[in-house]
């Protein structure tokens, strides 16, 4: 079997996942009625996430089995 390093991809760098969820998350939430705001909102909230965990103290504040609840606007 040949490989070609052009077509391995090192799925810790690939943001090609990355950017597939965030448009079907993007047209969800709008087809569901979701304010621009709403979504930057979402999307400055896992900024904070990230932020914390690479910091080293993501855990400190989040419980363990968070419930989810949608709230869907009116």
Same mark, same amino acid.
């Given at each position: 079997?040949?490989?070609?390093?052009?077509?391995?991809?090192?799925?810790?760098?690939?943001?090609?996942? #990355?950017?597939? %969820?965030?448009?079907?998350?993007? @047209? /969800? =939430? &709008? +087809?569901? *009625?979701?304010?621009?705001?709403?979504?930057?909102?979402? #999307?400055?909230? %896992?900024?904070?996430?990230?932020? @914390? /965990? =690479? &910091? +080293?103290? *993501?855990?400190?504040?989040?419980?363990?089995?968070?419930?989810?609840?949608?709230?869907?606007?009116?």
């Amino acid at each position: 079997m040949v490989h070609h390093a052009a077509a391995e991809v090192d799925r810790t760098t690939d943001t090609r996942p #990355a950017r597939i %969820l965030a448009r079907s998350l993007y @047209r /969800d =939430m &709008r +087809g569901s *009625g979701y304010a621009n705001q709403q979504i930057l909102a979402l #999307a400055t909230e %896992l900024i904070d996430l990230v932020t @914390r /965990d =690479m &910091r +080293g103290d *993501g855990d400190r504040d989040i419980p363990p089995e968070l419930p989810l609840t949608v709230v869907r606007p009116d």
